[in-house]
């Protein structure tokens, strides 16, 4: 009697384990449904391939296992003398403050200098992205925040970079920073603001 049982359970093991390489499979294929979450680089690649995430001049060695590596586009915005006069009054309309520039160039110590990703996004209403700034340049003596593109965002991404040290040079396709996206359990209304379509190197607006 115990020998037919350990026969039956010996006899279950390769369909468990079958089961389990099928399921595998499965997963791996992509058949199953994004889960809400953070989104893994294979949640990513999928969601590129099929259109419901678009990220611009899109390379598959940029995928990380939880995020896009992000680069920064060739331009750079240097802030011109009536640049912060204009910031505080809340005058300062689209990017008057800046007068744009090739890099890499110097760039002058505690000066926000405006920058974007070459990498324009457009998201769904139920996906957004956190930007997550290389922690190599923090350690280096840059000053560089993070930030969210909302649910139904499309257009470039711009972004102030402070220079801590003196005549630090950036260049264009520099690494800067991850995209980490983000799966809601339904949609949301999508992001109509401001700085829908924008270009590159988008300065504030207060209006």
């Not at 300062?92 to 520039?101: E, V």
């Not at 925040?145 to 970079?161: E, L, V």
Request: glycine share 8%; charged share 20%.
């Amino acid at each position: 009697m115990m020998s037919a049982n350990k026969d039956m359970k010996k006899s279950n093991f390769p369909n468990i384990a079958s089961k389990a390489i099928s399921t595998a499979q499965a997963d791996s294929t992509g058949s199953s449904k994004v889960k809400e979450g953070i989104l893994t680089g294979d949640n990513i690649k999928k969601l590129q391939s099929e259109g419901k995430i678009s990220i611009g001049l899109f390379e598959s060695e940029c995928i990380k296992p939880l995020g896009y590596e992000v680069h920064l586009h060739k331009d750079f915005g240097v802030p011109t003398i009536s640049a912060y006069g204009e910031v505080d009054s809340h005058k300062w309309i689209n990017s008057s403050g800046f007068t744009n520039r090739l890099l890499p160039q110097a760039m002058t110590k505690h000066v926000g200098y405006l920058f974007s990703l070459r990498e324009k996004i457009e998201l769904p209403d139920d996906i957004y992205a956190d930007f997550i700034p290389n922690s190599t340049w923090n350690k280096a003596g840059m000053t560089i925040n993070a930030f969210t593109i909302d649910p139904g965002y499309k257009g470039g991404i711009s972004f102030t970079i402070v220079s801590n040290i003196h005549n630090w040079r950036f260049f264009p396709d520099d690494p800067i920073g991850t995209l980490r996206f983000y799966k809601l359990s339904k949609p949301v209304k999508s992001y109509s603001g401001k700085y829908q379509d924008s270009e590159f190197l988008s300065g504030p607006v207060f209006n």
